[in-house]
Every structure is written in structure tokens, then in C-alpha cells.
T-cell receptor, first 109, second 111 residues
Framework: GIQVEQSPPDLILQEGANSTLRCNFSDSVNNLQWFHQNPWGQLINLFYIPSGTKQNGRLSATTVATERYSLLYISSSQTTDSGVYFCAVEGGATNKLIFGTGTLLAVQP | SAVISQKPSRDICQRGTSLTIQCQVDSQVTMMFWYRQQPGQSLTLIATANQGSEATYESGFVIDKFPISRPNLTFSTLTVSNMSPEDSSIYLC????????FGPGTRLTVL
């Protein structure tokens, strides 16, 4: 099956700093989503981005499907950005998401 | 996007007992899924809940341990049977096709 690796596994930032999170996947995908899991466990949809670039406020994402990776950019980080960031992909016409290993982000004031 | 609720939000259970988790959606949806997130780990798909037929389980998950019901297009339940401490996890339901949305999760601790 498809393997999904994320890097870095852990990241500590000072408030106001920028960061880039990476998601590599081992095969072509139909669907790619980025999620933020807050400290209470809730998964928040950030982007549906199987290809191309999208922006939403301080967050943006780029997926280069032909090279099998996606990037999530966080600018001017805030303490509320803390949590785990997951990418998830779907490889066939199954709608089954395969989650990456996650990046644990801590933003310090 | 659909509004998804889960009950209970958390529970502490004794080993050997069973817990049924409910997932309610505010609109009819075709696809509904159940995931497990063990402590400090990523999410793993347990099964696809099919309306009107048996759930489709992923490798490593069996119906006897995780029976699932899907009586209509807005509701599903997942039961965690004969629990052991290894079942301590967050259990999440999700809905959607191309883009999936998740419920708030049920945090289960088994003593």
C-alpha cells in the first residue's frame, strides 16, 4: 500500500516564526488533505489539495503530484497553531484515507 | 461541510467490557468511516460503514472485536468488544467522499 512520511516529526517554534512541513508519498494519489489536530483531539480540515497551490490566511499548501510530495507553510506562527499536523492521501477510488506519520508542532510565546 | 457529533466524548472502562460509540451526521451521507488513533500515533482506518450491509474491515480489524452498525444514512455505531488496555485510543468517525470531515472523537481509556 501507499506509504506516507512526514517531516520533521517534531518542531518547536517561537511565536511569529515561519515553518514548512513536508509530506512524501510513495505512489500516485487521487486525494490529499492536510489536517490540524488540536490538543483536544479534534481534526480540523486545512486543505484539500491533490495538486497545485492553495492559501488560507497564514497557511498555504502546495502539492507536486508528479514528484509525490506536498508542503504546508505556516507563516507568523501563533500559539494556537500548536498541535499535530497530518497529511492524508487516498490512492484508489476507495475514499479511504491513509494518514502520514504526523508533525508535532509546539509554538512558544 | 456536514456537522458530525459523537457520543460519548470520553469514557473510562474496565477490561472485559464493551463500549458502543455513536456517530451522528446532520445530513445524509453515503460514505462513513471509523478510525482509531492509539496514543502518540497516527490514525488507522478500522472499517467502512456501509448502509444496509455489513461493514468492510481493513486488515487487522475483525467484526467480532469491532462490530459496526449503519441503520441509515445519518447514523452509525462502533462497538469495541471485550476491551483490554491496548484498546485505549481515540476513535473517530468521518464522512465524505473526495474530501473527508471528522467527528470530534471518543477518547477511550481501558483499565
Amino acid at each position: 500500500g501507499i506509504q506516507v512520511e512526514q517531516s520533521p516529526p517534531d518542531l518547536i517554534l517561537q511565536e511569529g516564526a515561519n515553518s514548512t512541513l513536508r509530506c512524501n508519498f510513495s505512489d500516485s494519489v487521487n486525494n490529499l488533505q492536510w489536517f490540524h489536530q488540536n490538543p483536544w483531539g479534534q481534526l480540523i480540515n486545512l486543505f484539500y489539495i491533490p495538486s497545485g497551490t492553495k492559501q488560507n490566511g497564514r497557511l498555504s499548501a502546495t502539492t507536486v503530484a508528479t514528484e509525490r510530495y506536498s508542503l504546508l507553510y505556516i507563516s507568523s506562527s501563533q500559539t494556537t497553531d500548536s498541535g499535530v499536523y497530518f497529511c492524508a492521501v487516498e490512492g484508489g477510488a476507495t475514499n479511504k484515507l491513509i494518514f502520514g506519520t504526523g508533525t508535532l508542532l509546539a509554538v512558544q510565546p | 461541510s456536514a456537522v458530525i457529533s459523537q457520543k460519548p466524548s470520553r469514557d473510562i472502562c474496565q477490561r472485559g467490557t464493551s463500549l458502543t460509540i455513536q456517530c451522528q451526521v446532520d445530513s445524509q451521507v453515503t460514505m462513513m468511516f471509523w478510525y482509531r488513533q492509539q496514543p502518540g500515533q497516527s490514525l488507522t482506518l478500522i472499517a467502512t460503514a456501509n448502509q444496509g450491509s455489513e461493514a468492510t474491515y481493513e486488515s487487522g480489524f475483525v467484526i467480532d472485536k469491532f462490530p459496526i452498525s449503519r441503520p441509515n444514512l445519518t447514523f452509525s455505531t462502533l462497538t469495541v468488544s471485550n476491551m483490554s488496555p491496548e484498546d485505549s485510543s481515540i476513535y473517530l468517525c468521518s464522512v465524505g467522499g473526495i474530501e473527508q470531515f471528522f467527528g470530534p472523537g471518543t477518547r477511550l481509556t481501558v483499565l
